[in-house]
């Protein structure tokens, strides 16, 4: 073979034991707290889960975690944290039903689901796809990624975020509408889910704004922490 330019290099997730982790695809669950639904003017509702995608790379977990660092992106005057549980997945599966589900799992991870929060509400007003809000280039720095083996599912816990110190976001991982082996299920009923693919769950209430120079913390009760500052 030879190639007309080197291929990129995938992106890997750093795990808690050192390992790396290759991501595949990422999945985002939209309004999946009822409280967070409401903020956004939408009904909490037990609708059907419904998802959105982002490229691989726009996954940020370089070394060392201490001082990851996301730019500003261009575009927005209205960046927005949504502090997510991200979910991977080790195992392929198409249809896979609710009790086994958490089979499929290989670890967990806490995230940000970073938003354009202006275009994506113009998106929506207009009826157009939210890529240019969502799919936003290094707009989910995630933690270091932890095996299930050896720390066991995430089922409850709190999950909230600070900005330069000041709670924005909590909630807790019970309060999802639809649970995470719900979210499998239902995802792979449209889609063949891969070993490397991750899930961002949603995120509970109190989504806002960032600026350049700010620094967010996350935290879900048993996992690792996520400290990420924005660039200019
Ligand atoms: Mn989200």
């Known amino acids: 073979m030879t190639e007309v330019f080197p291929a990129k290099t995938p992106t890997y997730l750093k795990t808690t034991t050192g390992q790396d982790f290759p991501v595949n695809r990422v999945f985002c669950v939209g309004r999946n707290y009822a409280a967070h639904a409401r903020e956004m003017g939408a009904n909490p509702d037990r609708d059907p889960p419904f998802f959105f995608t982002k490229w691989a790379e726009t996954v940020l977990n370089s070394a060392p975690m201490d001082h990851l660092e996301t730019p500003y992106p261009p575009q927005t005057a209205s960046y927005h944290h949504e502090v997510e549980l991200v979910v ?7 249809e896979i039903p609710v009790d086994g589900a958490e089979d499929h799992i290989w670890g967990y991870a806490t995230g940000l689901d970073m938003t354009r929060r202006d275009l994506q509400g113009v998106a929506k007003k207009m009826g157009r796809p939210w890529d240019t809000g969502k799919n936003v280039e290094n707009s989910c720095p995630t933690g270091r990624l932890q095996p299930l083996a050896g720390h066991g599912h995430i089922h409850a816990g709190a999950i909230s975020l600070q900005v330069n110190g000041e709670t924005r976001q909590t909630g807790d991982i019970a309060d999802m509408i639809w649970s995470v082996p719900e979210v499998i299920a239902d995802l792979s ?17 109190g989504v806002g704004p960032v600026q ?17 500052r924005i660039g200019a």
């Open 88 to 94: 991977a997945i080790g195992r392929m599966g198409f």
């Open 189 to 205: 009923k449209f889609y063949t889910l891969q070993a490397g693919d991750l899930i961002f769950t949603g995120t509970p209430a």
């Open 212 to 228: 350049r120079g700010d620094v967010i913390t996350c935290s879900i009760e048993g996992l690792p922490g996520l400290r990420v």
